[in-house]
Each structure stands twice: as C-alpha cells, then as structure tokens.
C-alpha cells in the first residue's frame, strides 16, 4: 500500500438536528474524489490508516466520522434523546451534505464492514453520485446477518453465548442490549457494553489477525460503540421491507462493483458477499482464503483495485 500521508484540510460539518460531523481531505485537491466509510456503526476513522489504500498523488481521499462517534458531535452516549435520529437514511443525508460542501460531482466508495452496508445504501440512493465501490468484509445489514452475529454464531462458541445471552432470556438478544445500552443506571450500561465488547472480541477470535484483549480498552469507546451498534442492528439497520439491499441489489447494475471477503470470516460468513455478488450485475468478487473480517491481503487489493479504477 501507499505511506502514509496526513489531511491536508479538515472541517466540520453542521446538521440540522444538531450534529456536528468531522471530515478531512487527503492526497491530491485535484484528484479523482473516494469516499471511505468506517465500520461499526460507530468505529470512526481512528488513525486514518484508511489514507493508504489510494494513490495519494491521483485521489482526493475523504473520510468522515459517521454520526455520533469519533470526533464528530455529540456521541451517541451523551445524546440519548437523540438516538432515534441516527439512523441509516441520516447518514445518506450526512453523506450528501458533505457531497456538496465539497462541490463533488461523483465519488469512489470503498466501505469496510457496517462501512460497506452504508456504501451500498447510498448508492441506492444515489447512483448518479457513485462512480464505483470497492467493499471489503462485506455486509448488507440483513436480520439473518445480525441474528447470525448475536445468536446463531454462539453454536461456535457455546460457552461465551451462554454468558452474553444469559439477560434476554426468550427474547431476541439485540432488542434487549439495544435497552440496557440505554438504561437510565450507569452501572446496567457500564455492564451491558463490557458484555458486548467481551462477545464482539470473541466471534472474531477465529481471524488469523485476532489479538487477545478487549476490543476497546476506555470505557466511553466501548459503550458508545455497543450503544450504536445494537441501535442499528436491533432496527435491522432501518433496511427494511423494500429497503433491503439484497433484494435491490439489481438496481446497481452499471456501477462497477469489487466485493473483497476473507474465507475465514466467521463474524460475517462469505455467503452474504457471494450472494451480493450473484444478484449484482458486473460485479467481482474476490476471496481471500486465510483472512477473517478484514486483513492485510484484503486492503493490498484494496489498494490494488483503486489503482485500476484511476488509470481506466
């Protein structure tokens, strides 16, 4: 991949609703326009390692904190009243808004994991403004997806299941953290997010890249993650009924697609990728055979598709 290079600009971006967004531009302030969108929902760009899958000398590369997470405002966990705003339609607005204060005409998209669903949403929302996406560790944030993750997974890991289903008794597990999440006692929420994070660290401890540990070590990080995670996936990431993109997946046709999965991605098995592969027309697919969700090999064909993308 490309060394690393530093934001030649940031800003933030206002909302209507009160939220503040953080955006920066690296590479080329002329170059071909990429959109890079984060997982989680709530994972935020970090440290922007993102930067170096792109040619820094032939793309303008954009990345954004998605709403209330990383440096934009507020975070999820200090706005609870205004959680049933954020929602996946807020951030294709997000998405748009950020589109036109930068006087884009159209962009590359290339999401990562929840990053990867929010890709594929906006350009079904607006195919005019998409000129290709690169997605890796594919998702479309189905209810099969997320059941698989919070309940069907736990047949892998039986023991750990047992102590993260053990408070929803009969019902569904993500309806019944998405509330303790938001639960006026801080200790019930302070618990339900070292719960979730304990979980979250474990289905992906099959991935040859796992570490041993929590997956967020300050306590904020962890429970604004859970927070929004299980808002989202206890909405079925408000792709519902005809919102769902498995089922739209026909209307991309036309917009060159590269879908990158690892095999050993237990968290998010490959079928959802092959499946979007198959119902989208001209897209590719491409497996890699010792990787979970994400890795290496993934983000070097990253890096390897964006090249081919700017010297058509």
């Not at 979730?196 to 990080?221: F, Q, V, Y």
Request: charged content about 25%.
């Amino acid at each position: 991949m490309y060394p690393r290079v530093e934001p030649f600009r940031t800003g933030r971006l206002a909302r209507p609703d009160g939220a503040e967004l953080y955006w920066e531009l690296s590479g080329n302030p002329h170059g071909r326009p990429a959109l890079y969108l984060h997982g989680g929902p709530g994972g935020g760009l970090r440290r922007g390692g993102y930067r170096r899958r792109f040619d820094p000398e032939k793309y303008l590369i954009v990345g954004f904190d998605q709403r209330g997470c990383g440096r934009s405002t507020p975070w999820a966990m200090d706005d609870l009243d205004g959680l049933t705003g954020n929602t996946t339609q807020a951030q294709i607005a997000d998405i748009e808004a950020l589109r036109e204060v930068l006087g884009v005409d159209q962009w590359l998209m290339h999401g990562v994991s929840w990053g990867s669903t929010l890709a594929l949403a906006y350009a079904l929302e607006r195919p005019d403004r998409v000129s290709e996406i690169i997605n890796v560790a594919v998702t479309t944030g189905s209810r099969e997806e997320i059941d698989w993750l919070t309940e069907g997974v736990g047949r892998i890991f039986p023991e750990a299941w047992e102590r993260f289903a053990a408070p929803a008794g009969d019902r569904r597990i993500v309806d019944v953290y998405a509330e303790m999440l938001r639960d006026p006692s801080s200790s019930v929420r302070r618990a339900a997010a070292s719960a979730w994070d304990t979980w979250e660290s474990t289905h992906i401890s099959l991935d040859p890249e796992w570490m041993p540990g929590p997956l967020h070590h300050d306590p904020r990080d962890q429970q604004n993650f859970a927070l929004l995670v299980s808002h989202y996936w206890s909405n079925d990431c408000f792709l519902t009924g005809s919102q769902r993109i498995l089922d739209r997946a026909p209307e991309l046709a036309g917009i060159p697609g590269v879908l990158i999965h690892g095999r050993r991605d237990v968290s998010g098995p490959a079928g959802t990728a092959w499946e979007l592969h198959r119902r989208w027309p001209g897209s590719s697919l491409h497996i890699a055979e010792d990787e979970g969700h994400g890795g290496p090999k993934q983000m070097q064909l990253v890096a390897d598709t964006t090249d081919g993308f700017v010297q058509r």
